[in-house]
Nanobody
Framework: QVQLIESGGGLVQAGDSLRLSCGDSGRTYRVLDMGWFRQAPGKEREFVAG????????YYADSMKGRSTLSRGSAKNTVYLQMNGLTPEDTAIYYC??????????????????WGQGTQVTVSS
């Protein structure tokens, strides 16, 4: 019902910017809270940013505050993550996520109902 498709990853240099996109190619009628998580090699998957289904509230991991912006597109269940000032520490697979639950807590991965396949972001020094 919900099929999340990410795009926009790639290889960039430190200090560069990147914009990740995520859309739902399924046929759900629901509008979902959506967000991004990332997983670096040898590390656990961690929260990056989240946005409410209305688009009026956003949440960011401390590491992303001030240098990233998450927004919703006009199409249902479409989001864009603009990341600036990238560093090698941002290298990871970035996963789009969607959840039926709504609220302010984005720390629980178990709250995520749908995942994209992931897109690789590599930042060289």
């Amino acid at each position: 019902q919900v099929q999340l498709i990410e795009s926009g990853g790639g290889l960039v240099q430190a200090g560069d910017s990147l914009r990740l996109s995520c859309g739902d190619s399924g046929r759900t009628y629901r509008v979902l809270d959506m967000g991004w998580f990332r997983q670096a090699p040898g590390k656990e998957r961690e929260f990056v940013a989240g946005i409410s289904r209305t688009g009026d509230t956003t949440y960011y991991a401390d590491s992303m505050k001030g240098r990233s912006t998450l927004s919703r597109g006009s199409a249902k269940n479409t989001v864009y993550l603009q990341m600036n000032g990238l560093t090698p520490e941002d290298t990871a697979i970035y996963y789009c996520a969607a959840r039926l639950l709504t609220g302010t807590n984005w720390s629980r991965i178990t709250d995520i109902d749908y995942w994209g396949q992931g897109t690789q972001v590599t930042v060289s020094s």
